[in-house]
């Protein structure tokens, strides 16, 4: 950090913030300009904070200069992480497509909804059974009988399938029924719901806040990783939008920044984030071309009756195009370099 002195600071004052260093282990430079004093300072702050130091005489402001996580991040860990599902399953490697309908409505819809992802070579099943709803009054999943469904339907399939927890209550069941624990958007900053999974070891799929920066959501994996767990697979989803166009902002320059920033594979929801089933294949291209490693979508064979979610969820017709497009563009992205 820096720790910046307001100008004409008296000689004792910065006596004083030199004492509190040095008593806290400290070292550091005391650099005199023409009109500021800087002191920058190095040491191990991952745990301290670091706001108490404006507490200090005469502190004009506090500049952190490293990240509060280190776990996460590509200086720490070199090579990108390749979450194992098991039977060939990978995120991380090659291009993960993962898709199902926003929830699990029942055995019969969600094996129609599988043969067909299944037809298309598509591995992770998703379906929401435990839902975070506005409203109490909307529809709120299928709870434990839905979870139980999605794992017979996803094993008759030969799929892996993700599916949200949102009650650390529920663990045991997720860790039974589903091969990937999905936290949304809305539970990102749960930390004592994250503090659980990281001690699972069991792969988890972390949504990014309507309202989260970078840094609070690559915190919020750095709970997972520094209670042992390094099945972590991000997923950006669109963060808070001023207009009510779109269901969120759709912002996929995240993408590319989060891939330096981290050694965590990136995943883009193009359903949740534009939030009309219209714009979700150009979305879902332009997230591939900015090199994101896969893709969850929303998808039915029959939207306008989807019990969830049917205005942003794609039909057959328009996931296989979609897919067929996906696919032709990664391989140009390839071939090309
Ligand atoms: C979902 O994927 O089912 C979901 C509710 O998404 P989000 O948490 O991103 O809103
Ligand atoms: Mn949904």
């Given amino acids: 950090m820096i720790i910046v002195l307001r100008m004409d600071t008296p000689e004792e004052d910065v006596e004083k913030i030199k004492e509190t260093l040095i008593a806290n282990g400290m070292s550091f430079n005391v650099l005199k300009g023409a009109k500021f004093t800087l002191i920058p300072v190095v040491g191990d702050l991952t745990t301290s904070d670091i706001g108490r130091f404006k507490s200090l005489p005469s502190v004009e402001k506090v500049i952190a200069v490293s990240k509060p996580y280190y776990l996460v991040s590509s200086q720490y860990k070199k090579e990108k992480t390749v979450v194992d599902l098991g039977d060939g399953v990978e995120v991380g490697k090659g291009f993960s497509m993962i898709s199902g309908p926003c929830s699990v409505e029942s055995e019969e819809s969600l094996e129609?909804?599988?043969?067909?992802?299944?037809?298309?070579?598509?591995?992770?099943?998703?379906?929401?059974?435990?839902?975070?709803?506005?409203?109490?009054?909307?529809?709120?999943?299928?709870?434990?009988?839905?979870?139980?469904?999605?794992?017979?339907?996803?094993?008759?399939?030969?799929?892996?399938?993700?599916?949200?927890?949102?009650?650390?209550?529920?663990?045991?069941?997720?860790?039974?029924?589903?091969?990937?624990?999905?936290?949304?958007?809305?539970?990102?900053?749960?930390?004592?719901?994250?503090?659980?999974?990281?001690?699972?070891?069991?792969?988890?799929?972390?949504?990014?806040?309507?309202?989260?920066?970078?840094?609070?959501?690559?915190?919020?994996?750095?709970?997972?990783?520094s209670e042992g767990n390094e099945n972590v697979i991000l997923c950006e989803r669109g963060v808070q939008a001023f207009d009510d166009i779109t269901r969120s902002n759709v912002n996929i320059a995240s993408i590319p920044i989060l891939k330096d920033m981290t050694h965590l594979p990136i995943i883009f929801d193009p359903s949740h984030s534009v939030g009309i089933a219209k714009y979700v294949p150009a979305t879902s291209l332009a997230a591939v071309l900015m090199g994101v490693d896969g893709l969850m979508v929303e998808t039915h064979f029959n939207p306008s009756n989807a019990l969830s979610d049917g205005y942003q969820t794609i039909d057959f017709e328009t996931f296989e195009k979609t897919y067929r497009k996906i696919n032709s563009l990664i391989k140009f992205m390839d071939e090309e370099g």
Avoid: W
């Avoid at 298309?120 to 409203?135: D, E, H």
């Avoid at 900053?189 to 920066?213: D, Q, T």
């Fill in 112 to 225: 129609k909804i599988a043969t067909f992802l299944e037809e298309q070579g598509v591995r992770i099943l998703r379906g929401g059974t435990f839902k975070l709803r506005a409203s109490p009054y909307s529809f709120q999943g299928l709870g434990e009988k839905g979870l139980k469904i999605l794992r017979d339907v996803s094993s008759r399939h030969n799929m892996k399938c993700v599916s949200e927890i949102v009650d650390v209550r529920n663990l045991d069941v997720f860790l039974e029924c589903v091969d990937i624990i999905q936290v949304g958007a809305r539970n990102m900053m749960n930390f004592s719901l994250l503090k659980e999974l990281g001690k699972s070891g069991k792969p988890v799929f972390l949504k990014r806040s309507l309202s989260a920066k970078i840094d609070d959501f690559l915190l919020s994996a750095e709970y997972l990783l």
